[in-house]
């Protein structure tokens, strides 16, 4: 049995995280900590998404895998282990992140770790706000290793200015880091191998100074990747609904929609996706299942659902995740 599932977010506490996913999205965080993640949609080993709604309400991503990955992923690749391939998240960085790197699936094994291809989509941004992404054209390998040993490694690399709407793509071997000041919708593969290259001389929650990663991330950064830019692609539709494209990868493509009140929007049958909601509400209906969609909530549609339409009960914005 699948229907349009929801899960129980899993709030991860960061040293450079905040507060504004419960202004913004409404989400119950414990109090008093910083949280930098909410994991919406995850498969990870002591983090598996349950299930929030229907007649499988607290059962786990990891046993719906087990149990109808077929109805799950259709034509799909499960991740390692026959896992769900992908692991979503929205993160709220008051501070920014360390500067890092996940390795390429050439090197990913010999570092004992997994590739991590990405995309960000920026929900909320302070003024000024920016991403780390990429090297300053020019930079070297030579530059970057005598930069990381006298402390002004952050100087190489490439900053963007962002603002709300913005998105960026992330292949593994690209290094990056998050500004502070920004709150991101972020699909990933299933992976959380971090490479740390600088933390900006600050310690962790513990009070002590978090894990560099030199060797490892040396191993895994694209030299040639220089100076990379934000998303642009232009919206097409009618008023009623417009999509434009974010992502085009082997892994996954992402679409950014926005959808009209009382718009209904069709489904393609027979693929895995996720529909995460930016702004505004939704109803996802697929046969006599119906699952309300709020902003900063993601929904699995299971490729084994036909018939699956987005209403918009307000005017609304969402990404349309399709699994390849």
Known sequence: MVYPFVFHPLFKERVWGGRELQTLFKKNLPPGRPIGESWEISDRLRDESVVANGPLAGKTLRWLMGNCSREILGDARPAAENRFPFLCKILDARDKLSLQVHPPPARAAELNGEPKTEMWFIADAAPNAELFVGLKRGVTRAEFEKRIADGTVADCFHRVPVRAGDAMFLPS???????AGLVIFEIQQNSDTTYRV??????????????L??????????????????VSAP??????????PIVR?????????????????RLADGKLRIVAAVRGKLD???????????????????????DTVLVAITDAEFLRVEAN
């Open 173 to 179: 071997g690209r290094v990056h880091a998050i500004g």
């Open 198 to 211: 600088f933390d900006w001389n600050r310690v962790g929650l513990d009070g002590k100074p978090r894990q």
């Open 213 to 230: 990663h030199i060797a490892q991330s040396l191993a895994s950064i694209d030299f040639n990747d220089f100076e990379p830019k934000t």
């Open 235 to 244: 919206f097409s539709g009618d008023d009623r609904v417009k999509s434009a």
């Open 249 to 265: 990868d082997p892994l996954f493509n992402v679409d950014c929609v926005t959808i009209a009140e009382g718009a209904r929007h």
């Open 284 to 306: 996802v209906q697929s046969g006599s299942d119906v699952v309300p969609l709020a902003a900063g909530q993601f929904c699995l549609l299971p490729a084994g659902l036909q």
